[in-house]
């Protein structure tokens, strides 16, 4: 068996840039103006790119763990007002929704002998509770 030849990193000159022209030259030792102008554009997309994913912050929170804290609670406090405030609100809605249901389906019942018999039993009933059940004063 013979082992496979493997191709160098990034072309046939061994150089992870492309050809050994474009990275140091082995007669002058130095960096040719073609490689600093690729490293110079790969700078500008990867600083673009980390403009628009906002890592500055991100990192600068990290540095600071006391801000990171005191963001988290605010969150967490904005959100849980929030979800205060928003079941309250629903609930109210729930409630004004339920009662107008049954004060409609009273009248209805009124309408309909029968219905309205076992309507006004029905509301005997919880009528005699609520009076044996009242709090003391």
Same mark, same amino acid.
């Given at each position: 068996?013979? #082992?496979?030849? *493997?191709? %160098?990193?990034?072309? $046939?000159?061994?150089?992870?840039?492309?050809? #050994?022209?474009?990275?140091?030259?082995? *007669?002058?030792?130095?960096?040719?103006?073609?490689?600093?102008?690729?490293?110079?554009?790969? !700078?500008?997309? !990867?600083?673009?790119?980390? $403009?628009?994913?906002?890592? +500055?912050?991100?990192? $600068? &929170?990290?540095?600071? %763990?006391?801000?990171?804290?005191?963001?988290?609670?605010? =969150?967490?406090?904005?959100?849980?007002?929030?979800?205060?405030?928003?079941?309250?609100?629903?609930? +109210?809605?729930?409630?004004?929704?339920?009662?107008? =249901?049954?004060?409609?389906? !009273? *009248?209805?019942?009124?309408?309909?002998?029968? !219905?309205?018999?076992?309507?006004?039993?029905?509301?005997?009933?919880?009528?005699?509770? &609520?009076?044996?059940?009242?709090?003391?004063?």
């Amino acid at each position: 068996m013979t #082992a496979a030849r *493997r191709r %160098p990193v990034g072309g $046939e000159h061994g150089s992870p840039f492309g050809k #050994a022209d474009d990275g140091f030259a082995a *007669r002058g030792g130095g960096i040719s103006p073609r490689l600093l102008n690729r490293l110079n554009a790969n !700078l500008v997309r !990867l600083t673009s790119r980390i $403009e628009a994913a906002n890592m +500055a912050d991100f990192v $600068e &929170l990290t540095q600071h %763990p006391w801000r990171l804290l005191w963001n988290g609670f605010m =969150v967490g406090l904005a959100r849980g007002v929030g979800m205060f405030l928003g079941a309250g609100v629903m609930g +109210a809605v729930t409630l004004a929704v339920l009662s107008a =249901v049954v004060y409609v389906l !009273l *009248r209805v019942f009124d309408m309909i002998p029968v !219905l309205s018999q076992i309507s006004h039993v029905v509301v005997q009933y919880a009528r005699d509770f &609520l009076a044996q059940n009242r709090p003391s004063q």
